[in-house]
């Protein structure tokens, strides 16, 4: 346990799921019904929820239409009450739910990591949206989870180059080309592992084309690592 974890667990906290008194951010309890995903099958591409006895095969999309980045880790499906969560960290800046969810997420990813030279990187804001919320709530939980697994971590490899619409209210078709050449990636990404954290994924296109931009410029493996992954049809 790290030390910042254990001077946490020391001191009583309000959970942020019940408001009961506890020793961490979300209350054993809590974390017990909504958190753990143990018998919960998932595509290993894209992270989506599978039926019960899939085994560890891709989803049927992820076979007919293969993604540029090669794997996704997802703590748990966006709903409530852990979507709560979510919008507390970007909307209240709640900061130490980052430093939860990175923790939770380098447990995830430690099986899943085949580089010890892996970077991690977060996807990144916008300038102008960077500047209203004077935080990028996905390089807090990026460098939380670098930290945790020992790799290497940059907020600037990667950024974007062209200002987007917000993907929410658009049909798939139209959030491929609002998010098109929106990105772009330093060399330090040349022939590695590149650990790409979102706090939620939705239809992947994003993350998509941001996998297609790392690769471009000579990224070996991508994997996503996300806190929550919105269910298909939602």
Partial sequence: ???????????????????????????TPCARDYWHDRNRQRCPACGITLAPGAGARRCGNCLAHPHAFDATVALQDYRAPLDRLILALKFRADLPLARDFGYRLSHALRPRIA????????????????ATRGFNQTWEIARSVARHLRLASDPHVLHRVRQTAPQSGLDIAARRRNVRQAFAAGDEVRGREIIVVDDVMTTGVTLDEIAKTLKRQGAARVVNAVVLRTPPNN
């Fill in 115 to 130: 580089s010890p030279a892996a970077l991690v990187v977060p996807v990144p804001l916008s300038p102008d949206r960077l």
């Fill in 1 to 27: 346990m790290s030390l910042r974890r254990a001077f946490d667990a020391a001191l009583p906290n309000t959970c942020r799921l019940c408001d009961d008194t506890a020793h961490s951010l979300v209350c």
